[in-house]
């Protein structure tokens, strides 16, 4: 069993939420509805803890973070390229640590020394023949990446990438690593048998809850990822998500928020990260919201059929896009900002033109527009009275995004609590997983 560890540097996210008091309140929320909520804290948090899910505590497992250092040690330089196999919460995390802590262009700069990272979360042909084009075989590593051991389309790459190595006469265990259950499934049962080396993905872990598991850890510690910072800053905003202060448990007050406005019927969330780092945190993000509270029983047994619908915004370029619609379609969406205060150095905007209806670019940076646009959005979505919040977020850094996954983590297992469902089952995944192997073994439709 985990020990937790107090963490020695706090939080640097805040929830800025004034402007669900400026919208009526019929759309919006008031200080004291959200504080009614205040005295169930504890219950929640008690309910929740006597669960058997550890996504909290995985973040202190000093083991497997030596043991990923050891295997980047032993491999390092031998690889160009690193290929992920896998899908949903085993690959989602991923991607995620990638597009927020990486250089965008890293291997169009003259030198680097990180391998290539590419991660192959689907079964189109056209993925798997096209990486083949861009790959030597013999200077990649795959990691296999699979909590139950059995992903239909996980195996089948596998099967497919194992073959190739066979055809080319190499032993495979020098070019694969799996990550998967400590003990049950067919990819730990291959790795006896092959010898192929296996981190672990504890059991009570859930899949999209992972990424702080040798899931995401290992990918990101093989290209140069910062994973003790990472979880550093998972384990400041688990301090907040054990609290049992309704102010300092943020966790909380999120999952608050989205579920009291679902009951006005915002139960669309659309996260919009002010920042092209953090467009993939909203698919991450996406999957959790979805997969988690999506669900038709309660934990009585009824028909409950809740949900929250996550939908994925980029500022500034979803404004050209999806802002009409925003503004002044169904009343029906919570906005989630995310605001970076720190976007690097001001990157200024050179003023070639004295035309007047450019006049307000003058002395400004990108950094400054990216965040006054922000600010727009939001001035306008409130006097719509479209309820939002901003997350604010001091930068886009290893100790940050470690803040990020376990602030939405902790929500959406507050949410679980809220709903009175279970957060970290997917009867509604696993039944179409089966119809799917249905169809394939007996060829025929088993839809009733
Ligand atoms: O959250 C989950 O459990 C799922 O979305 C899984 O991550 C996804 O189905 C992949 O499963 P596995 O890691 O077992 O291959």
């Known amino acids: 069993m985990l020990s937790i560890t107090r963490n020695n540097r706090s939080t640097m996210?805040?929830?800025?939420?004034?402007?669900?008091?400026?919208?009526?309140?019929?759309?919006?929320?008031?200080?004291?509805?959200?504080e009614q909520y205040a005295n169930g804290l504890k219950v929640y948090l008690d309910n929740f803890l006597q669960?058997?899910?550890?996504?909290y505590k995985v973040i202190d497992d000093v083991t497997a973070v030596n043991r990923i250092h050891e295997f980047y040690l032993q491999t390092k330089g031998k690889f160009n390229d690193i290929i992920v196999l896998g899908i949903g919460g085993s690959s989602l995390g991923t991607i995620c640590?990638?597009?927020?802590?990486?250089?965008?262009?890293?291997?169009?700069?003259?030198?680097?020394?990180?391998?290539?990272?590419?991660?192959?979360?689907?079964?189109?042909?056209?993925l798997m023949r096209e990486i083949e084009d861009v790959i030597d075989y013999e200077?990649?590593?795959?990691?296999?990446?699979?909590?139950?051991?059995?992903?239909?389309?996980?195996?089948?790459?596998?099967f497919y990438f194992e073959d190739r190595y066979k055809q080319k006469g190499l032993d495979?265990?020098?070019?694969?690593?799996?990550?998967?259950?400590?003990?049950?499934?067919?990819l730990r049962k291959i790795s006896r048998e092959k010898g192929i080396a296996?981190?672990?993905?504890?059991?009570?872990?859930?899949?999209?809850?992972?990424?702080?598991?040798?899931?995401?850890l290992l990918p990101a510690a093989l290209i140069g990822?910062?994973?003790?910072?990472?979880?550093?800053?998972?384990?400041?905003?688990?301090?907040?998500?054990?609290?049992?202060?309704?102010?300092?448990?943020?966790p909380y007050q999120l999952a608050v928020m989205q579920y009291l406005l679902s009951k006005k019927g915002k139960s669309i969330n659309v996260l919009i990260p002010y920042s092209q780092k953090l467009i993939r945190f909203a698919d991450w993000y996406r999957q959790l919201l979805a997969e988690s509270i999506g669900k038709k029983m309660n934990r009585k047994s009824e028909v409950v059929h809740v949900g929250l619908t996550p939908v994925n915004a980029l500022g500034a370029t979803d404004q050209h896009s999806q802002l009409q619609l925003y503004n002044e379609g169904p009343n029906d969406k919570f906005f989630l900002f995310i605001?970076?205060?720190?976007?690097?150095?001001?990157?200024?905007?050179?003023?070639?033109?004295?035309?007047?209806?450019?006049?307000?670019?003058?002395?400004?940076?990108?950094?400054?527009?990216?965040?006054i646009e922000k600010a727009g959005t939001e001035g306008a979505l409130t006097q719509n009275d479209r309820p939002n919040i901003t997350i604010k977020i001091p930068e886009v850094s290893p100790f940050v995004l470690g803040e990020l996954f376990m602030l939405f983590e902790g929500a959406t297992a507050f949410l679980g609590e809220l709903y009175d469902i279970d957060a970290f089952d997917q009867p509604g995944v696993e039944l179409s997983k089966n119809i799917t192997k249905k169809l394939l073994v007996e060829g025929t439709n088993v839809v009733p």
Do not use: C
Request: aromatic share 8%.
């Open 51 to 55: 669960l058997d899910q550890d996504f």
């Open 225 to 250: 990822i910062d994973i003790e910072k990472l979880l550093e800053g998972a384990r400041s905003m688990r301090d907040r998500f054990l609290s049992e202060s309704f102010s300092e448990n943020l």
């Open 13 to 34: 996210i805040t929830l800025d939420t004034t402007n669900l008091e400026k919208v009526i309140p019929e759309h919006g929320l008031s200080t004291s509805e959200m």
């Open 97 to 126: 640590l990638q597009q927020s802590l990486k250089h965008l262009f890293e291997h169009e700069l003259k030198k680097t020394e990180w391998p290539r990272l590419h991660v192959l979360d689907n079964i189109d042909p056209a």
């Open 198 to 216: 296996a981190f672990d993905v504890p059991a009570t872990v859930g899949g999209r809850f992972s990424v702080l598991t040798s899931v995401g």
């Open 172 to 186: 495979s265990k020098n070019y694969f690593v799996f990550v998967t259950d400590p003990e049950k499934g067919l």
């Open 339 to 371: 605001e970076v205060a720190n976007l690097g150095e001001p990157l200024k905007i050179p003023y070639l033109s004295d035309d007047e209806s450019v006049a307000y670019l003058k002395n400004t940076s990108f950094n400054e527009l990216l965040n």
């Open 139 to 158: 200077k990649t590593l795959f990691l296999v990446v699979t909590k139950s051991g059995g992903t239909p389309e996980t195996l089948s790459q596998y």
